[in-house]
C-alpha cells in the first residue's frame, strides 16, 4: 500500500526558512517522480520542484530557483524541499505527490499525471 505523509509546514516569516519532509512508502522510488505541488487559496495547483527517480534530475518552478532545494534520502525514502528566503507569496498548501516515471514529462509537474498525493501541510508565511 502506497502512502506520502508530508510534515514540516508551519508559520514563518517574510525572508525565513522551513524544510518540509514527504515520507513515503510503498513506492519503488527509482520508478518514480516525486514533486512537490502547492495550492493558495483561490488559486490552481501548481508545481514547485521535482526529482526523477531513475537519475535524480531535479526541476524547480521559475518562481522558487534559487530559493528552495529539492532533495531525497533513499535510505528513508524521504524527499525534502528546503525552503529559504521564503515571500508571502509562497504561502499554501504544499502537497508531496508521486508518478511513475515513464507516464510524465518529469520537468513538467503536470498534475494531472500524478496518482499518488499526500495529504498536504499548510506553509504560511506573514509577519
Not at 13 to 20: A, D, M, T, Y
Not at 67 to 94: G, H, W
Not at 99 to 105: F, I, L, S
Request: aromatic content about 12%; proline content about 3%; charged content about 15%.
Amino acid at each position: 500500500q502506497v502512502h506520502l505523509v508530508e510534515s514540516g509546514g508551519g508559520l514563518v516569516q517574510p525572508g525565513g526558512s522551513l524544510r518540509l519532509s514527504c515520507a513515503t512508502s510503498g513506492l519503488p522510488l527509482e520508478y518514480f517522480a516525486v514533486a512537490w505541488l502547492r495550492q493558495a487559496p483561490g488559486k490552481e495547483r501548481e508545481g514547485v520542484s521535482v526529482i526523477a527517480g531513475s537519475d535524480g534530475s531535479r526541476f524547480y518552478a521559475y518562481s522558487v530557483k534559487g530559493r528552495f532545494t529539492i532533495s531525497k534520502d533513499s535510505a528513508t525514502n524521504t524527499v525534502y524541499l528546503q525552503m529559504n528566503s521564503l515571500k508571502p507569496e509562497d504561502t499554501a498548501v504544499y502537497y508531496c505527490a508521486a508518478a511513475r516515471e515513464y507516464t510524465t514529462v518529469v520537468a513538467a509537474m503536470d498534475s494531472r499525471d500524478y496518482n499518488f498525493w499526500g495529504q498536504g501541510t499548510q506553509v504560511t508565511v506573514s509577519s
